[in-house]
């Protein structure tokens, strides 16, 4: 599957379980100098409004890409950022309640994050009855402080 064919919001879940819900695709086609070097995302899990579950295989630099700069997180150093290609494997089959103890599997896990700004007792309630991915990713908005 093409990056460009995954249909957003999507759930990205990292190899320690942390998930982001990405609105578009930018916050992962671009990259550091040292994302790239250590390889940032590789091994992530994708799942896209429509239930498409992909794994992202490998990253590459795009040639002439132009760079573009923000300031870290802490605000006081500039950080240049290059696009990159994403290259994902092919869908794996997983079912909604799969997908489901998976997103459950990563709240419980990071949830000091979640309980700081989030009704986690609800989110983990919307999930649990959501009837497609869609409404597990709208769950994050409507629960939201």
Same mark, same amino acid.
């Given at each position: 599957m093409k990056f460009e064919d995954l249909k957003f919001p999507i759930i990205e879940i990292d190899d320690e379980g942390w998930l982001t819900i990405?609105? %578009?695709g930018s916050s992962i086609t671009n990259t550091t100098?040292?994302?790239f070097k250590h390889g940032?995302?590789?091994g992530n899990l994708l799942v896209?409004?429509?239930g498409h579950v992909v794994q992202i295989v490998n990253i590459k630099?795009?040639?002439n890409a132009k760079k573009t700069w923000d300031w870290s997180l802490l605000g006081?150093?500039?950080v240049v950022f290059f696009p990159i290609e994403v290259i994902?494997? %092919?869908p794996t089959p997983m079912s909604l309640d799969e997908i489901k103890k998976k997103v459950l599997e990563s709240v419980t896990k990071h949830l000091n994050f979640w309980d700081e700004n989030w009704d986690t007792d609800n989110l983990m309630d919307q999930i649990k009855t959501a009837q497609d991915t869609k409404e597990i990713i709208e769950a994050f908005e409507k629960t939201q402080y």
């Open positions: 990405c609105d %578009e100098s040292v994302g940032v995302g590789i896209d409004t429509d630099k795009l040639p006081i150093i500039p994902l494997s %092919e």
